[in-house]
């Protein structure tokens, strides 16, 4: 994985996932937040931003979930899903 200002990126079936990690500012959401988005390997948007419908209780659970997110994103565009 790659980390470039805050966003990691990983390589999946010919795109890249582009990941970013967060908690929210806010003190009465403690839970941990995620965005990725699916680029071509030019660096166009090919889907996304998405985001979760509620946060994670932790770092490592909301890095899991935003690359199956990518993922199923990458499928759904190759036709798979």
């Known amino acids: 994985m ?6 990691t990126s990983q390589p999946y079936r010919g795109y890249t ?3 970013l990690v ?3 500012a806010s003190q009465q959401d403690p839970n941990w937040g995620y965005e990725v988005v ?5 660096g166009s948007l090919m889907s996304g931003p998405h985001f979760p419908l509620s946060g994670y209780i932790t770092r490592g659970a909301a890095e899991d979930a935003s ?4 993922r199923l994103a990458v499928d759904v565009l190759l036709g798979e899903l």
């Open 38 to 42: 699916v680029l071509d390997d030019e």
């Open 17 to 19: 996932l582009r990941v």
């Open 2 to 7: 790659d980390k470039t200002e805050g966003h």
């Open 67 to 70: 690359s199956r997110r990518g």
């Open 22 to 24: 967060y908690r929210p």
